[in-house]
């Protein structure tokens, strides 16, 4: 399969742990972004690199989170100290540039207790 | 049970019938656009997009109209399938994709 891949499918986490999700983006696409997506709603905008560069970080990524694209390639999200409010959908997805259709992984469940 | 927060406006529609979902728009980035279905537990899936030189662009079984001066763009699938239930996104994409509210397709047998 060489579509967008994500990991875990699904977190369950008490308040105030930390947390880290990885994307693994399809090859060659030098753009990946990471969404937040929570029930009834469309994605939301949180971040995106271009290669390893982080362009990009929407006011919904508070100093709690952090991305990683050290090599170009696969991304993590971490999340520290938890909160309730973080519960949701976290959307990864990737594209050759700009202007370009965005392909999505699965998503990563995360539930906050 | 019901879940909080699926607010999201429905269309029923029979099978075999033609369904038209709509999406207006106010300020975009760009004006390149992008339809999406979702179907439950999954991430986005891209149907058919469509750029500002363009005001129609035809896929398979679906067409999107693009009404620039008006600001309006409309998703058309025709012969709608069961397996056409999900959420449809239309997005607007300039550096990222701004997603417009969803709308909930229901394929009724």
């Known amino acids: 399969d060489t579509g967008v891949s994500q990991d875990p499918r699904h977190k369950i986490t008490k308040r105030g742990q930390n947390v880290t999700f990885r994307c693994d983006p399809i090859s060659e696409h030098n753009r990946l972004y990471w969404y937040r997506q929570t029930l009834g709603q469309g994605p939301e905008f949180l971040t995106y690199?271009?290669?390893?560069?982080?362009?990009?970080k929407s006011r919904l990524l508070s100093d709690r989170f952090s991305a990683e694209r050290p090599k170009g390639s696969f991304s993590t999200l971490e999340i520290q100290r938890t909160e309730q409010g973080d519960s949701a959908m976290y959307l990864c997805a990737s594209s050759p540039t700009s202007l370009y259709e965005q392909y999505f992984g699965p998503g990563t469940r995360l539930t906050v207790t | 049970g019901e879940s909080v927060g699926l607010h999201l406006p429905t269309l029923s529609v029979q099978e075999g019938d033609n369904s038209i979902i709509n999406c207006a728009y106010s300020n975009s980035a760009s004006d390149y656009f992008i339809w999406y279905k979702q179907e439950s537990g999954k991430g986005p899936q891209f149907i058919i997009d469509i750029r500002s030189n363009m005001d129609k662009r035809q896929g398979q079984r679906v067409t999107v109209l693009l009404n620039k001066t008006v600001k309006h763009l409309s998703l058309q699938i025709a012969a709608t399938q069961p397996g056409d239930s999900a959420v449809y996104f239309c997005?607007?994409?300039?550096?990222?994709?701004?997603f417009g509210g969803g709308t909930r397709l229901m394929v009724k047998p």
């Open positions: 997005a607007n994409a300039g550096n990222m994709l701004t």
């Open positions: 690199f271009q290669n390893e560069a982080q362009l990009e």
